[in-house]
């Protein structure tokens, strides 16, 4: 492989780990914020925890659900907690 191929595949994979990495820190900045009075940061908190399915992420969206007015927002955690159930049996 020629150095401009190398040089390539190292700046793109580079680009990738870093866009990974900023991506998680942004959803785990926001995955304390399920309860906040903002409703794009419920929804940011709901696709951080969307993506780690356990017992106690269970709870706490059952929890969120009783909290939450918003109808959009119930149907995307209600629709995250059916998948939960159905995964962790």
Same mark, same amino acid.
């Given at each position: 492989?020629?150095?401009?191929?190398?040089? %390539?595949?190292l700046t793109f994979g580079f680009g990738a780990l870093v866009g990974a990495v900023? %991506?998680?820190?942004?959803?785990?900045?926001?995955?304390?914020? &399920?309860?906040?009075?903002?409703? &794009?940061?419920?929804?940011?908190? &709901? =696709?951080?925890?969307?993506?780690?399915?356990?017992?106690?992420?269970?709870?706490?969206?059952?929890?969120?659900l009783a909290w939450e007015q918003h109808p959009m927002l119930r149907r995307r %955690?209600? =629709?995250?907690?059916?998948?939960?159930? %159905?995964?962790?049996?």
């Amino acid at each position: 492989m020629g150095t401009k191929v190398k040089a %390539a595949l190292l700046t793109f994979g580079f680009g990738a780990l870093v866009g990974a990495v900023l %991506a998680q820190e942004s959803m785990g900045r926001h995955r304390g914020d &399920l309860f906040s009075g903002r409703p &794009l940061r419920r929804l940011s908190a &709901l =696709g951080f925890l969307s993506g780690n399915p356990s017992v106690e992420t269970v709870r706490l969206l059952h929890d969120y659900l009783a909290w939450e007015q918003h109808p959009m927002l119930r149907r995307r %955690a209600d =629709g995250i907690v059916r998948k939960m159930e %159905a995964k962790l049996g």
